[in-house]
């Protein structure tokens, strides 16, 4: 392989190729989104019902997270450009810290519900009606696969991390770390439709 | 050494041997690494189809028992669809040729590109994990319809990963040719110049983005019913199983396209150069590819006519289904007009291509048939179903895979075939397709059900011509392929233009160098310049 090869380098084009890559991704959230509407459409009374036994105030606590953690996200990729790398390499642990703490609370309201009995199959869940089965089946689906997103998303922001430190991504080579970013508000905007969903519309 | 000499199948880097092939970046090694992958599957795939046949031969046990045959159904349709006709043309000829084609050294993303290799790779694995692990062979159709794919004992989980990360690297390919087209075209080479395999390349493409997740989320709740048991497909739990029939074919039919809209760029290259005239309505083929794309993902509905979804949703997705059918007709009525007072070199590519007209518009009228919401009922989950999708998928996108296989392998490996005994191969695969699947036609219109392992006394008679034409099938691929594994190792020296074709790939070495071009091409002239007449 010749250098000039290697040397080809197309930010546009790597650009392009993360938005066609979040397309795929929203589209595969879109399949349980539809499953959302049809079911909730046939269960109003008993999604609301479901609804009222969420956690609000987790929820609302992990929705601020995440929004935070895209702000930090946005500093990231600002101070970078400013040519400021420590503040850079700071505010990138921060939305790393974020997206753990989002984890942490998730697993703490997944277990609350678990020990109440109510997960997938549970003989608790399966006494109840079919709109409520269905609902706490939606819930842990897609906030499962949600969450699974966020891991993802720690770890992919974590390998970008360990690459500035050494030196991969400089100012003018921030694809990677824009990239990622895009990545990270993505997971948020999943979120930003899934808080109202399971916790608000009530 | 002069580049000339240098091609990419000789050529020396830091790594050796099999190494040198399973690591490389090269879009022209990837696209051998598939050809050999997707060819070997292939083979599975035709020798569970002939042992179907064989079952069928006589009515009650042949040679099997009735779960094997279930099996055999599902894993001739799981290994075809997913492993053969699905990656077969973008994933094998779309990684040698497209960049070629627009006049670039590679694919955007090379390194992802080798990626998706691997993930079909460990996808096909997990397939052949699944024919003899724990729990036996899936049983369910390739369909893996709930409910009963939540509760067969079989294999299903492992199975529908395995299509789960095949369509990953589906995924993966498209947006690396999606990215290509729109970045990588060389000075001159504006879309309406574009070769018009890439052009189908390119709305392929994009039904592979959009379509794939949908199927890859459906799949996915199929494991999780499986595992956890979550209930949303399964109706003693509220779940609506006929939900998981819409999203299963939300991506199931657009994937249709994904397997012919690639073969019909092939013909698109094939006709004008044989024909030594230029392609008639150039706009118009290219235009059409995308009409399929999109109007393609509107008529799932059309699998499920008996599913008991409302009426209104079938008067809908029936008149949708015929509109589709517009834009194939026009690419076949441009083929046709583009053959009209050309000079016609009846070479072994450019038969196959008649071919695939023929048998294409056999399954594409076919489909039109079944699209008609009475006629439907008739004929539903019959053998004329399976015969209408083996002459689009067979008929259209095996033979189109045929025909650029004789068509670029001059190309591809620098030697030459015997072309009679390419051409006799030919006559015997159309006379055994025909015997095997329009049979099945008859059979279909006398009440045959599909994937049925017994069957009445009347059939009889259709289901031994249907075995014999799988015989004399068989036989015209074993010559086939015998005869370009031969030309291989003996066959004589290809020149660089065999075919006197006009895109950029006969204007670069056979087999081409390791950097396609030894300087940027600039493009002045169309892809088929070749004068009125
Ligand atoms: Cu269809």
Known sequence: MSTALLEHRDDAGAKIGMWLFLLTELLLFGGLFVLYSVYRFRHPGEFHDGAMELNLILGSVNTLILLTSSFTMVLSIAFLRLVKRGASLLALAMTILLGLLFLVNKYFEWSAKINHGIFPNSPELLARSHGEILFFGLYYVMTGLHGLHVVIGVLLLSIVMVWMVRGKITPDRDIFLENAGLYWHLIDLIWIYLFPLFYLIT | ?533
Request: aromatic share 16%.
């Open chain 2, 1 to 533: 050494m002069s580049p000339m000499q240098n091609s990419y199948l000789t050529q020396s880097g830091t790594r050796r041997g099999l190494l040198a092939w399973v690591l490389s970046t090269d879009h022209k090694r990837i696209g051998l690494l598939y050809l050999v992958s997707v060819l070997s599957f292939y083979t599975v795939g035709v020798l569970l189809g002939l042992l179907m046949r064989l079952e069928l031969l006589t009515p009650g046990k042949t040679i099997v028992q009735a779960s094997t045959y279930n099996a055999f159904f599902t894993l001739h349709g799981v290994i075809m669809i997913f492993l053969f006709v699905i990656p077969a043309i973008p994933a094998i000829f779309g990684n040698f040729f497209l960049p070629i084609l627009i006049g670039a050294k590679d694919v955007a993303f090379p390194r992802l590109n080798l990626l998706s290799w691997y993930f079909y790779i460990g996808g096909a694995i997990l397939v052949v994990t699944a024919l003899f692990a724990g729990g036996g062979p899936p049983d369910t159709g390739w369909t893996f319809y709930v409910p009963y794919s939540l509760r067969s004992g079989t294999n299903v989980s492992l199975a529908v990963f395995a299509a789960f990360i095949l369509g990953f690297s589906s995924i993966l390919t498209g947006l690396n040719f999606v990215t290509t087209i729109h970045r990588m075209r060389a000075p001159g080479m504006r879309w309406m110049k574009m070769p018009l395999f890439v052009w189908s390349l390119y709305a392929t493409a994009w039904v592979q983005i959009l379509a794939t997740p949908i199927v890859g989320i459906t799949l996915l709740l199929v494991i999780l019913e499986r595992l956890f048991g979550v209930g949303l497909f399964d109706p003693a739990k509220g779940g609506d199983p006929i939900l998981f029939e819409h999203l299963f074919w939300i991506y199931s039919h657009p994937a249709v396209y994904i397997m012919i809209l690639p073969a019909m760029g092939i013909i698109t290259e094939i006709i004008p150069v044989f024909a030594r005239r230029t392609i008639f309505g150039y706009k118009a083929i290219a235009y059409s590819s995308i009409a399929i794309a999109a109007l393609g993902s509107l008529v799932w509905g059309h699998h499920m006519f008996v599913s008991g979804q409302s009426y209104t949703a079938n008067v809908i997705f029936s008149l949708l289904t015929f509109l589709v059918a517009i834009p194939s007709a026009i690419k076949v009525f441009n083929w046709v007009a583009t053959l009209y007072k050309g000079a016609i070199d009846t070479a072994p590519p450019f038969l196959f291509a008649l071919a695939f007209i023929f048998l294409f518009s056999i399954g594409g009228l076919t489909g039109l048939i079944q699209g008609a919401l009475s006629v439907n009922v008739y004929v539903h989950d019959t053998y004329f179903v399976v015969g209408h999708f083996h002459y689009v998928m067979f008929g259209g996108t095996g033979f189109a895979f045929f025909g650029g296989l004789h068509y670029w392998f001059p190309k591809m490996f620098g030697r030459m075939y015997s072309k009679g005994r390419a051409t006799v191969a030919l006559l015997i695969l159309f006379v055994g397709f025909n015997m095997l699947y329009f049979s099945m036609f008859l059979l279909g219109l006398q009440g045959m059900p599909r994937r049925y392992y017994d069957y009445l006394p009347e059939f009889h008679t259709g289901h031994v011509v249907a075995t014999v034409g799988s015989w004399v099938l068989v036989a015209g691929l074993i010559l086939m392929f015998a005869n370009l594994l031969h030309a291989l190792r003996k066959g004589e020296k290809a020149e660089d233009n065999p075919w006197g074709g006009k895109t950029l790939e006969w204007r670069i070495a056979s087999p081409p160098p390791p950097e396609n071009f030894e300087e940027v091409p600039v493009i002045t002239s169309g892809a088929y310049d070749y004068g009125a007449r």
